[in-house]
Nanobody, 123 residues
Framework: VQLQALGEGLVQAGDSLKLSCTASGRTFSGYGMAWFRQVPGKERKFVAA????????YLADSVKGRFSISRDNAKNTVFLQMNSLRPDDTAIYYCAQGRTRIPGAGRDRYDYWGQGTLVTVSS
């Protein structure tokens, strides 16, 4: 399985940015997907997740009301729409594919990870 994330960018506080992650290697619609983020030197943290058919989504408290996650199973792609970005959203963002159809917030729920894409929000 390969996950290719796109959308790296340098934006200003208050701006929006949309990340995408395209998967290959196994049936995309059979698995939950998620986004995590990591600041160098700190642990990787859960941001958002979506179940196999896009019906249920889950967001970390820190991004609720600003971020949303969606997926297009026909294109094997998951998206992270980020609005009202803040400097503390600056991190490397990783997409991940779950072990099952139903995602969760724990890293152990995911067995494949993308390479990471850098999002920098300036004040």
């Amino acid at each position: 399985v390969q996950l290719q994330a796109l959308g790296e960018g340098l934006v200003q506080a208050g701006d929006s940015l949309k990340l995408s992650c395209t998967a290959s290697g196994r049936t995309f619609s059979g698995y939950g997907m998620a986004w995590f983020r990591q600041v160098p030197g700190k642990e990787r943290k859960f941001v958002a997740a979506i179940d196999w058919n896009g019906v249920s989504t889950y967001l970390a408290d820190s991004v609720k009301g600003r971020f949303s996650i969606s997926r297009d199973n026909a294109k094997n792609t998951v998206f992270l729409q980020m609005n009202s970005l803040r400097p503390d959203d600056t991190a490397i963002y990783y997409c991940a594919q779950g072990r099952t159809r139903i995602p969760g917030a724990g890293r152990d729920r995911y067995d494949y990870w993308g390479q990471g894409t850098l999002v920098t929000v300036s004040s």
